[in-house]
């Protein structure tokens, strides 16, 4: 495995120590009637990547590492949702209504599922969130750690909530991170390039940022 030529400078690839983690790719954000529609928001720009993040699962996949996956969803009792998050704003759908897609962002509902086309396979990882970020009241950290993964290449959605909490989240444990900024999308195309560009400040003060395909190149090299 080689580096990967990335932004602000090589990212230093560590054999067995690096993983793939596909942030939210579920149907309540991606597909209309779920909870990104109801917030008002045009999601056909989110189903824009599902090839991209597809093309990135399949290159770890076949260079045998691992892929982890997180779905923001809480408990039906929402006993996990604090009331802040539920009641903020007005959105048409909120947290726990019956909406298109059953129960909204409820574990278990079919919106809260990850679209078909990116499904986990038997043994990846599937780590439930009631937090924007990954590591905030799961065992995502545990796991990581029982692999020995270091390294997180991370996707999904959106790009400046769940994918930039969680790589500041790694970032503060420890972890060396790098987006793969074609394989991450935002409601707000200027929210995204604006996360790019502050993970990437300062020496990557947050971490590193590439196109999937330098990341594949790299992971063949
Ligand atoms: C949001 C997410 N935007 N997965 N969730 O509420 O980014």
Redesign the pocket.
């Known amino acids: 495995m080689a580096d990967i030529n990335a932004k602000p400078f090589a990212f230093p690839v560590q054999r067995g120590q690096i993983a793939l983690v596909v ?2 790719m ?1 149907r309540d ?1 991606v597909e209309p009637g779920g ?2 529609a109801s917030l008002g928001n045009d999601v056909s720009l989110l189903g824009s990547i599902v090839p991209t993040v597809r093309r990135l699962m399949d290159g770890f996949r076949a260079a045998g590492l691992p892929v982890f996956h997180t779905r ?1 969803c809480h408990l039906p009792d929402l006993s996990d949702c604090p009331p802040a998050k539920r009641l903020r704003g007005a959105p048409a759908l909120r947290i726990g209504d019956e909406g298109p897609m059953g129960r909204v962002l409820i574990a278990g509902a079919p919106g809260a599922d990850i679209i078909p086309e990116l499904a986990p396979l038997p043994d990846e990882v599937v780590i439930d969130k009631p937090g ?1 970020g990954a590591f905030y009241a799961t065992g995502f950290g545990e796991a990581l750690a029982a692999r020995g993964i270091t390294q997180l290449v991370v996707a ?3 790009t ?4 930039q909490t969680t790589m500041r989240e790694a970032n503060d444990r420890g972890y060396d991170c790098i987006l793969a900024t074609d394989a991450t999308e935002s409601y707000f195309p200027s929210f995204k390039a604006a996360t790019i560009d502050m993970i990437t400040a300062q020496g990557g003060i947050v971490g590193w940022a590439a196109p999937t395909d330098a990341i594949l190149e790299a992971l063949d090299g």
């Not at 400046?160 to 994918?163: A, F, G, S």
């Open positions: 942030i939210d579920q954000f909870f990104g923001e924007k999904g959605v959106t400046e909530v769940c994918v």
